[in-house]
């Protein structure tokens, strides 16, 4: 844990020893708003909740996560320094974890410095506090899961904007699985059982019910097993590198 610790630290104070975390915290902040007042019509909605600005936080971080991710071992193997890393006593799986820690903290900030609207839909109305937070829990496990899968493209291809188009690819296929119209173009034809395991692996299904207040066990573990799932692909490929 020790180790983890440690290059946790750096590689957290890594984001802000450049402008990569302060612009995507920027972008973020400054995206968020818009669509939420400009486009999710937050005050013509007339109600003390923060569902337009939460129903934006998928179609975000499909372009925000990979942007933040994708510089987490690309970097490191176009650079070279992944062969001084390696010869560090930590593994493979603690550098891993490390670099992810670091990041989703950096995602993590972002949102707890959205607390602006969280104290402006008090003020206006009486909202229910608990779904505000369910909300802002499901958010930040999705962007964990968005995270998991940037890191290993970015292990996949030491080409940062390879490794950036990669993860938008495979993060669109995990939003839109679950969309109307994905599950459209399957019924007719495809039984009510395959229907279901579509939708059941897309990201908006399982954030929808986190942002209405619903904190589910299989939503909680479906983003934390698919968090782990794309870490430990990851691992795999960098230890395949490793090995060549």
Request: charged residues 10%.
């Amino acid at each position: 844990m020790a180790h983890i610790f440690i290059l946790f630290k750096r590689e957290f104070a890594g984001y802000f020893a450049s402008p990569v975390a302060y612009v995507f915290i920027g972008i973020f902040l400054v995206l968020s708003s818009v669509f939420a007042f400009f486009i999710g019509g937050f005050y013509e909605r007339g109600q003390a909740d923060l569902l337009a600005f939460f129903n934006f936080h998928p179609w975000l971080y499909l372009f925000l996560v990979p942007a933040i991710a994708m510089r987490s071992w690309a970097e490191e193997r176009k650079s070279g320094s992944i062969e001084l890393l390696m010869t560090l006593p930590v593994s493979t799986w603690q550098a891993m974890l490390g670099k992810f820690f670091a990041a989703w903290s950096v995602l993590g900030l972002a949102l707890m410095l959205t607390f602006p609207l969280w104290l402006t839909v008090n003020y206006l109305g009486q909202p229910d506090n608990g779904i505000i937070v369910a909300a802002y829990l499901g958010s930040w496990l999705m962007a964990g899961a968005f995270l998991a899968i940037g890191m290993c493209m970015s292990a996949l291809s030491k080409n940062q904007i390879i490794a950036f188009i990669l993860a938008i690819v495979v993060c669109f296929v995990f939003v839109v699985s679950g969309s109307s119209i994905v599950l459209d173009a399957f019924k007719g034809w495809a039984p009510t059982l395959l229907l279901d395991t579509v939708a059941s692996f897309s990201f908006l299904t399982h954030f929808e019910a986190m942002a209405k207040g619903v904190i589910a066990l299989n939503d909680v573990g479906y983003f934390l097993i698919v968090t782990a799932a794309w870490l430990y692909a990851g691992l795999l490929i960098i230890e395949q590198k490793k090995a060549d």
